[in-house]
Nanobody, 123 residues
Framework: VQLQASGGGAVQAGGSLRLSCAAAARTFSWYGMGWFRQAPGKEREYVASISWSGGRTYYAESVKGRFTISRDNAKNTVLLQMNSLKPEDTAVYYC?????????????????WGQGTLVTVSS
């Protein structure tokens, strides 16, 4: 499975960005998908995830109510809508695929990773 994340950029605090992750996989709809992020000097952290059907979504407390994860299995795409961005959201964001399809919340549960896309939020 190849994953390609895009949509990062620079935005002011309070602004919005939408990240997209395109998957090259005939069986994309089987996978749970997740977003993680890594800020400079920090460990990678969980952001949000979604089950194979899209029926279940999960969020880190730090983004709950501001970020929304969704997927379009017909287009092999998962999105992360990020609103009310804060400077502490600045990080490289990664999408990942989980073979079990549940939308796990821990990085070791993921089997495939895309390259990151940089999000910079200025105050």
């Amino acid at each position: 499975v190849q994953l390609q994340a895009s949509g990062g950029g620079a935005v002011q605090a309070g602004g919005s960005l939408r990240l997209s992750c395109a998957a090259a996989a005939r069986t994309f709809s089987w996978y749970g998908m997740g977003w993680f992020r890594q800020a400079p000097g920090k460990e990678r952290e969980y952001v949000a995830s979604i089950s194979w059907s899209g029926g279940r979504t999960y969020y880190a407390e730090s983004v709950k109510g501001r970020f929304t994860i969704s997927r379009d299995n017909a287009k092999n795409t998962v999105l992360l809508q990020m609103n009310s961005l804060k400077p502490e959201d600045t990080a490289v964001y990664y999408c990942a695929a989980d073979l079990y399809g549940l939308g796990a919340q821990a990085a070791p549960e993921y089997d495939y990773w895309g390259q990151g896309t940089l999000v910079t939020v200025s105050s």
